[in-house]
């Protein structure tokens, strides 16, 4: 069974940096897209940044500039670098990637928090 799990969330101060990471495991034969979306409470869901196979990358306007996508296809692992980090960054945010395996299509990650605090 294939999964994404997130890691490196946290409290931070406005200014600060953090750099989150989600792994992918399970039977998986290959991951084409992965992207980064983000929660805010009483907000809907919202594209952060995404990155294809081939590292091409794409950003939400309002982060680019601060934030950094990339990806180690080795690891089944994609990050996400956060710098310059804003009180409205606050969030839970999410990964997901399309997986090819014996269920192929999208998988989400459970979440990870980030609040930046002022």
């Known amino acids: 069974q294939v999964q994404l799990v997130e890691s490196g969330g946290g409290l931070v101060q406005s200014g600060g940096s953090l750099r989150l990471s989600c792994a992918a495991s399970?039977?998986?034969?290959?991951?084409?897209?992965m992207g980064w979306y983000r929660q805010a409470p009483g907000k809907e869901r919202e594209l952060v940044a995404t990155?294809?196979?081939?590292?091409?990358?794409n950003y939400a306007d309002s982060v680019k500039g601060r934030f950094t996508i990339s990806r180690d296809n080795a690891k089944n692992t994609v990050y996400l670098q956060m710098s310059s980090l804003k009180p409205e960054d606050t969030a839970v945010y999410y990964c997901d990637a399309y997986i090819i395996a014996s269920v192929t299509g999208v998988y989400w990650g459970q979440g990870t928090q980030v609040t930046v605090s002022s």
């Open positions: 990155i294809t196979s081939g590292s091409s990358t």
């Open positions: 399970g039977s998986i034969i290959r991951i084409n897209d």
